[in-house]
């Protein structure tokens, strides 16, 4: 049985926005300097995988990496699709590698608050590395924001308490790790843990998500442009 069609290739910032804002649960493309990757099947436009420097500054610094030489997988957003996750992102992995040569590390996090725990990493052979701290978070106006993102789009938040903005305590995640190179994957695999089991209620969740067919009708526009500027 041949495998579906796929296109894994550049795509502009309006069609990440787009993905990320009908795809994912976020709503919200992360702030910063993003390397964005458009998702096609069968030349219909379907998602996105966006890597960027992340709300951590020094990512890479406790794998003795500098800021230049790692990146976070800050977005997998997806319409429905036939090929697996896994296979996206590991081609997105190829692209990355071979456009960006200086970077050794791509790390990850799967939020527990979400309910995963990372199969998507797991079935593409990433090194789990635990969970991270929980960190507070800020929820304003009924929207929860990490410090650091929050801070960049407001300000310091201390303004806004009496605004109604509250400190809440952030959930822990799990952290995955892909080596890009040799020398980097044998230091890596020294800091391997056991891979963590889908939860119960994650499993539930995933059972009563209803499928939801093809490329939404409002993207047939912006789906033609990205197919034919695909390097935008």
């Not at 081609?91 to 199969?119: C, M, R, T, W």
């Not at 304003?140 to 303004?159: D, E, T």
């Not at 080596?179 to 889908?198: A, F, G, H, V």
Request: charge should be positive; proline fraction near 3%; glycine fraction near 8%.
């Amino acid at each position: 049985m041949n495998k579906p069609d796929l296109k894994v290739d550049w795509c502009s910032y309006e069609a990440a926005k787009y993905a990320v804002e009908h795809w994912h649960y976020s709503k919200c493309l992360p702030v910063g300097k993003l390397v964005k990757v458009g998702v096609w099947e069968k030349d219909v436009f379907i998602g996105v995988v966006i890597f960027g420097r992340g709300a951590n500054k020094s990512l890479g610094s406790q794998f003795g990496l500098s800021q230049t030489q790692s990146c976070e997988l800050v977005r997998v957003a997806l319409d429905s699709h036939s090929n697996t996750v896994s296979r996206i992102i590991k081609i997105s992995l190829i692209l990355v590698k071979k456009f960006y040569p200086k970077i050794k590390l791509i790390v990850s996090f799967a939020d527990k608050e979400q309910n995963h725990h990372g199969g998507i990493y797991q079935a593409g052979n990433w090194i789990y590395n635990g969970e991270t701290n929980a960190a507070d978070e800020y929820l304003y106006k009924g929207k929860r924001w990490h410090g650091r993102a929050f801070r960049k789009s407001h300000g310091s938040h201390l303004k806004y308490m009496d605004k109604g903005l509250k400190i809440v305590k952030g959930s822990t995640k799990h952290r995955y790790l892909m080596p890009l190179d040799k020398q980097t994957k044998k230091e890596i695999m020294q800091l391997s843990q056991p891979y963590p089991k889908r939860t119960m209620r994650g499993l539930i969740e995933e059972q009563q998500i209803p499928s939801v067919d093809g490329g939404a009708s409002p993207t047939s526009t912006l789906q033609t442009k990205e197919i034919q500027n695909a390097r935008a």
